[in-house]
Every structure is written in C-alpha cells, then in structure tokens.
C-alpha cells in the first residue's frame, strides 16, 4: 500500500522566514511520481512539482526549493523568504501503479 | 479552453436524496478520478476510471457509484446522500493511467447534506 505522511498539521510563520514542510512516503513501486500541490484559500488545487523516483536532484524555482531523498523516503519543500501570498494548504502526493495518494496536509500562515 | 469542468460548484442537498456530480473533460484523457476533501483528511480516491468501460473502487468507495460511458464524461451518483457525505468533491484526469502522466484537477463541487 502507498501513503503519505505531512505530520505538521499547521504550521505559522512570519513574512520572510524560510519554512520547511516534510513529506515522508511509503511504497513498493521501483518507478513512482512525487507530487507538491498549494490548495489556496480559493480552493483550486495548484500543481507546484512533480519528480519521478530516479531523479533525486534537488530542485529550486524561485523562493520554492525541493529536497528529493530516496534514502529517507522523503520529498521536503522549503518556502524561502516566506511572503503573506504563500498562506496556502500544501499536499505532498505519491503516484505510482496505483492511482495519486495524498498527504494529509500541511496549512501554512505567512503572518505579515 | 481545455481542462475539467465540474458541476455544480456548490449544492446543499437533503438528507435522503440522489444526487449526480458531474464532471467534463475535453482533453481526450483515458483516465479519470473522484476524490473527495475533508478537513484534516487530505483527499482520498472515491472511485477511478482507467479508460471508458471500466471503472474501479478507490479508498471510500460507499455511498457513491460513477459509470463511463463515454470518455469524456464521469459523473458521480450519490443514490441517497447522508451528512457524512459532506466534503468538497474534486475531479481529475489524466492522459493515461500510467505513473509519468501528471493530473488535471477540476475546481471542485462543494457539496453540503443537511
């Protein structure tokens, strides 16, 4: 079975701090997908990043930044100089023979 | 514009009645899916579609029922709603079931069942 885990609930930061959400995951597929999804107070589900488990290099687009590691089963998106627009849900989802499975969740506030 | 169109976006339904989301897309994907989002839950599979014909029962299943005739179109029945089934529901879809092809998401029905 596949899962996902975002053990921090909730998490509050001010404007400018950098921040960490852990995504750790479980499978027996040798050939999986990681997702990052931002669930803005609007809703919709905005797709952030998808990696593929052979690819374990780091990846950065802007402030967002992603720590891929196979060896800990961990997929960690960091949020550089956090602004009050990042205030969002965030899912971390795995996609492998079996349809997406989502974390739980983490909701983050940015507080000016 | 090409994507996934939802309907409705919200409905407050009585308890006891039947209730068919649905759920359009014109991107020609095989693969469609049903999840629903409950606070504190994240969003768990109600049932999938690997290509029109057939479908398949996700994590919560109950409750609810979905056909694809077609393969653009894979609307969710529930045949007698109960408060439980209160959630936001969303719809997605892919180009094809397997694991390097990345989802399409609808905005979401927000369904509430007084």
């Known amino acids: 079975a596949q899962k996902v885990t975002q053990a921090q609930t909730e998490i509050s930061v001010v404007e400018k701090e950098d921040v960490t959400l852990d995504c750790v995951y479980e499978t027996r597929d040798t050939t999986y997908y990681l997702f990052w999804y931002k669930q803005p107070p609007s809703g919709e589900l905005v797709f952030l990043i998808r990696r593929n488990s052979f690819d374990e290099q780091n990846e950065i687009s802007g402030r967002y930044s992603w720590n891929f590691q196979k060896s800990t089963s961990s997929f960690n998106f960091t949020i550089t100089a956090s602004q009050v627009v990042d205030s969002a849900v965030y899912f971390c989802a795995l996609n492998g023979n079996t349809p997406l499975v989502f974390g739980k969740g983490t909701r983050l506030s940015v507080i000016a | 514009i090409a994507g996934i169109t939802q309907a409705p976006t919200s409905q407050i339904l009585a308890a006891g009645r039947r209730m068919t989301l649905r759920c359009t897309q014109d991107m020609r994907h095989n693969a469609m899916y049903w999840y629903r989002q409950d606070l504190g839950l994240g969003l768990r599979l109600i049932h999938y579609s690997n290509t029109a014909g057939t479908t398949g029962k996700g994590e919560v299943p109950d409750g609810y029922s979905v056909s694809r005739a077609n393969t653009d179109d894979f609307p969710l029945t529930l045949a007698s709603a109960v408060p439980s089934q209160t959630s936001v529901y969303f719809c997605?879809?892919?180009?094809?079931?397997?694991?390097?092809?990345?989802?399409?998401f609808g905005s979401g029905t927000r369904l509430t069942v007084v």
């Open positions: 997605a879809s892919r180009p094809d079931r397997a694991p390097n092809y990345g989802y399409t």
